[in-house]
């Protein structure tokens, strides 16, 4: 645990900042903001990272990590740390709607968010970040191409060569910018933790029909803890017909696995929910000259996981890499190629998982698949080569795919 004097002497206060030019201001400290913090700091730029709330602070999530994750933190030389605070497991059992279950073997991670994203954002002051609370309520540009933003109940200005939005499936600054097309959130999610003397070492997660289009998961933490929850992610259908707490219920009573771990335990925190925004769509990258989106402000959450750790990490490497050629280079128009490094290096991949996502959405073709792949050598291997991102969803998830699993 850390002692009260170590919380505060990392965290400057808007206040205490020095009046100066910053080389990137990051409005939002959570994987995505912090993320480009640590490559923006390691490479020499003045980095002001700020994030609406003193840390830690908890974040509404599912708390799992999957390959893709694991890669960015391991790039970034934090994953030992990280693995040190989280719980490794190494297989993940998934319910059809029918309750037909199969293994799916990986690399998980599940830790805390309150933990993960306090390693993260101090990991950045250690590279030469510096973190501050303040939430931001408006940026605006001037002729001398300086973004200055405007913080709630402070008289100060913090004055940027470039900025990036890290907020979440908040978009309302995008919003003031004009750069969101879809004010929609893609669906949404609840969860609670809950502690149990019975254990369970597989993460779960169950296409219950209770939650289609969505799914059910639990998801084991350390000093035998779960995180348990549910997601829905809209199709068309109207917001106010979801009563996701139903849902929840309705899953926790009728699912073998959560009536287990209830009977020998109890739920420890109550129900919390939040947005979210998949597809990498819904908002755009890059306003003018040099205020930069990224995470899941930009829809950086995959469709059909809503797994958007890793991808928020990843639009955050992106956006470091062009911004530290801009500055080295002192040439702004390096930032122009966000918004096509994003389409070349992500968007594939957010296709292929929406076309998983179509088909797991119908009860009786998820049915099908996990039927077809307790079956086939090749589809179990091809679920975990997803999972890994080595294998692209639409090879699994077509005709030529399913035609495939009956021979191996
Ligand atoms: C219930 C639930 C379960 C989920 N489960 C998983 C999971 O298991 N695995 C997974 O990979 N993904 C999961 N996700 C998705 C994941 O939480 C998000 O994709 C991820 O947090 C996005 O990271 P981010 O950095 O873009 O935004 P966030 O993590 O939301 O961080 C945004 C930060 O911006 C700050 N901020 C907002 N407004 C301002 C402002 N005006 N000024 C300053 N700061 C501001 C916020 O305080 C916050 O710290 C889940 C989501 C939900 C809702």
């Known amino acids: 645990m850390l002692k009260p ?63 893709d ?118 669906g949404i999610a609840i969860r609670g933790y809950l502690r149990s003397s019975l254990h369970l070492d597989h993460m779960i997660v169950s296409f219950d029909r209770a939650i289609i289009p969505g799914y059910a998961w639990i998801f084991p933490m350390a000093n035998n803890e779960y995180n348990i929850g549910c997601c829905v992610l809209y199709r068309g259908t109207s917001t106010d017909q979801i009563n996701l707490k139903e849902m929840f219920y309705k899953f926790t009573a009728e699912f073998p696995l959560a009536q287990a771990l209830l009977s020998q335990g109890e739920m420890i925190t109550p129900l919390q929910g939040a947005m979210l925004r998949c597809g990498l769509t819904g908002s755009q990258p890059l306003k003018g000259e040099n205020i930069l989106a990224i995470g899941e402000s930009i829809g950086a959450t995959f469709p059909c996981t809503g797994e958007g750790i890793g991808k928020a990490m990843e639009t955050g490497e992106l956006a470091a890499s062009v911004i530290h050629k801009a500055l080295t280079k002192r040439k702004s128009e390096y930032l122009q190629e966000f918004p096509r490094l994003l389409e070349e290096k992500l968007k594939p991949r957010y296709l292929g998982y929406q076309i998983a996502e179509n088909w797991l959405a119908k009860a009786w073709l998820n049915d099908f698949m996990v039927r077809r792949a307790r079956k086939s050598r090749l589809l179990r291997d091809a679920f975990t080569g997803i999972l890994a991102e080595t294998i692209d969803p639409r090879m699994v998830f077509s005709i030529s795919g399913v035609l495939k699993s009956w021979w191996k």
């Open 69 to 186: 994750a694991i890669r960015c933190l391991q790039r970034a030389g934090i994953y030992e740390k990280v693995c040190q605070a989280g719980r490794q497991t190494k297989m993940a059992t998934v319910f059809s709607p029918s309750r037909v279950d199969l293994e799916v073997s990986g690399e998980f991670l599940t830790i805390k968010r309150q933990i993960l994203d306090e390693l993260l954002a101090r990991e950045a002051v250690s590279r030469g970040a510096t973190f501050c609370q303040g939430k931001v309520k408006s940026l605006s540009l001037d002729s001398q191409r300086v973004v200055t933003a405007l913080i709630s109940d402070s008289p100060q200005q913090i004055r940027t060569r470039i900025a990036i939005i890290a907020m979440g499936a908040d978009v309302s600054l995008l919003r003031q910018l004009g750069m969101v097309s879809r004010p929609k959130a893609s």
């Open 5 to 67: 004097q170590d919380q505060n002497s990392w965290q400057a206060t808007v206040d205490s900042l020095p009046d100066l030019l910053w080389d990137v201001l990051i409005i939002g400290a959570g994987p995505a903001g912090s993320m480009a913090a640590i490559h923006l700091a390691s490479q020499g730029h003045k980095t002001l990272l700020l994030d609406k709330y003193r840390f830690p602070r908890d974040k509404t999530c599912g708390d799992g990590l999957i390959p």
